[in-house]
């Protein structure tokens, strides 16, 4: 295997070993977010773009290269006009470039997934904080409507004892009406009594 072929089998495994690290729940999203925003990919992330295009450029080239491998040697000439050791030369270079032809392959596909798991591990810690940050509000909201309805009934109660209080308050006026008006009728008879004795006492000095 060439240099160039060596070095895409090791990214192609580099990619596997990526894929599964993220796959196991190992790391949880917010550390994987946490890390995406460290100094350390953010170095790399200033170019990111740039890395991505040029090396999926030179896999696409040598993806090419692998099929123009696999159409040259797959069209052989009758085997009666040609020797063993020709044809079995051509067979091993067929299998190299289509093995060539699947490494750069899912080298390729790999690519995009780890760039879409990356964008999901982003997304989804993003909308766990979002969901954190919503149930905070609405237990928030729960308990100033708790708070709302607690003050709502205690004055509710001290309306009720007020109006309470108005109404006995009125009765007890009522009643001391009545017994004022008791005590000027009492006093009304008393006087006229009062008077009656009075002229008894009068026509009984007179007589004398």
Same mark, same amino acid.
């Given at each position: 295997m060439s240099i160039q072929w060596t070095l895409i089998a090791g990214f192609l495994y580099f990619e $596997?070993?990526?894929v599964t690290i993220m796959m196991l729940p190992i790391f949880s999203p917010r550390r994987w977010h946490q890390f995406f925003k460290s100094r350390l990919f953010a170095m790399f992330k200033q170019h990111a773009e740039w890395y991505f295009y *040029?090396?999926?450029?030179?896999?696409? @080239?040598? @993806? $090419?290269? *692998? $099929?123009?491998?696999?159409r040259k040697y797959s069209h052989t000439p009758d085997s009666s006009y040609v020797h063993l050791d020709t044809e079995m030369k051509g067979n091993i270079k067929l299998f190299r470039a289509q093995r060539n032809f699947y490494i750069t392959g899912f080298a390729i596909f790999l690519s995009f997934v780890i760039r879409r798991l990356v964008s999901m591990l982003i997304i989804q810690d993003e909308l766990g904080i979002k969901a954190e940050q919503i149930i905070k509000k609405a237990e928030d909201a729960v308990s100033h409507a708790k708070t709302t309805v607690l003050a709502n009934t205690i004055q509710t109660e001290q309306v009720k004892r007020l109006d309470e209080f108005k109404t006995l308050l009125e009765e007890r006026e009522n009643e001391l009406k009545e017994e004022k008006k008791k005590i000027r009728e009492l006093e009304e008879e008393a006087r006229k009594w009062r008077l009656k004795y009075e002229e008894i006492v009068s026509i009984g000095k007179g007589d004398e």
């Open positions: $596997i070993a990526v *040029a090396l999926l450029g030179v896999m696409c @080239l040598l @993806l $090419i290269d *692998a $099929i123009r491998e696999m």
